[in-house]
């Protein structure tokens, strides 16, 4: 398995996943391609008793992205386990479970639950920041970062993805104190808080005033933040944030992402991820390139 990936003791088949919110729960795109191609998906983030979301509007285009302000919105853990994770494991999904809770507590037990058969890995999100306490509270402290990790990892022997956000000044501790906390892998980044407003009406463009900004605008910051997570983890990088094509891949993996997420493009092709897959898959076998040496490989 040339291209897998293996974080704890589990294989993923490739390096390329997509990214949670952005890809539902992964079952209607198998009408466009078979899912299971994918290294993994991370499904939409889920909570212990669900949630409604935000208002409308919740999404809106910017230059070269766009700003989310969905909330959260899932349909519970226990619902994801009896409804939806059977059918993905049907179409042989690796299914990633990103998760949040609004308290130490909750993360524990949201990481307990949906530690079952059929959960290859587990994504805490701790950088969402589209609603009061879902994460970014603690995702926005070294501390609290460290703490909710080790309170997760206590829990659960599944392979443990923690999901950085990049609305902090310098990511570098955020990486170390994850590390430190017990994390199997890091992905980053979440989307950077934005705020877009009409000038016609003179409202903000979302109801929850600001959003999440997505897409090719925020990449720069994504392949800065991979590059300095590498610095002080050895820990396997999942790089996220405005990849659209083969390019954008290669650039977060030369940044030193052993895998990447695919978001944003998914809205724009459904295939997105699987042609970036494919075309990466092409580039290391065309150019015979060792993709373990080329993760991390720019010439600084
Ligand atoms: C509509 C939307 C919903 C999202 N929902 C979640 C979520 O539930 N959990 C999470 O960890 N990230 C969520 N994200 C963040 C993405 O997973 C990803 O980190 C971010 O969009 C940057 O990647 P991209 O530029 O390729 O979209 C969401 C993003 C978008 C656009």
Do not use: W
């Not at 950088?127 to 609290?144: L, Q, T």
């Amino acid at each position: 398995m040339r291209y897998s990936l293996t974080i704890r003791d589990e294989v993923f088949a490739n390096r390329v996943m997509v990214a949670s919110g952005t890809f539902g729960y992964g079952l209607e795109f198998n009408d466009y391609f078979p899912v299971n191609r994918l290294g993994g998906i991370c499904v939409k983030g889920l909570s212990l008793k669900g949630s409604l979301g935000n208002k409308m509007p919740r999404i809106t285009e910017t230059y070269g992205g766009m700003l989310n302000a969905i909330g959260l919105q899932n349909v519970g853990v226990a619902t994801f386990i009896q409804e939806k994770l059977p059918r993905l494991q049907d179409l042989g999904a690796a299914v990633i479970a990103n998760f949040y809770g609004n308290t130490l507590e909750e993360y524990a037990e949201c990481a307990r639950a949906l530690s079952v058969d059929g959960v290859k890995a587990l994504e805490m999100n701790i950088s969402c920041p589209n609603v009061k306490e879902g994460g970014i509270a603690f995702g926005s402290s070294v501390e609290a970062t460290r703490k909710v990790v080790e309170a997760v990892r206590a829990v659960t022997e599944k392979p443990l993805i923690v999901k950085l956000s990049p609305n902090v000044a310098d990511i570098r501790p955020f990486a170390e104190a994850a590390t430190l906390g017990g994390a199997d892998s890091l992905s980053l980044i979440n989307t950077l808080i934005g705020m877009a407003i009409d000038v016609k009406t003179r409202l903000p463009k979302i109801a929850n005033i600001t959003g999440g900004l997505s897409g090719p605008a925020i990449k720069p910051v994504g392949v800065r933040m991979v590059f300095q997570a590498s610095q002080v983890t050895d820990l396997p990088l999942i790089g996220i944030g405005g990849i659209m094509n083969r390019d954008d891949a290669l650039e977060y993996m030369l940044a030193g992402a052993a895998a990447v997420q695919v978001g944003t493009a998914n809205f724009v092709d459904p295939c997105a991820a699987l042609t970036i897959l494919e075309e990466l898959e092409a580039y290391f076998d065309d150019n015979r390139i060792d993709l373990n040496e080329f993760v991390g490989g720019v010439k600084v």
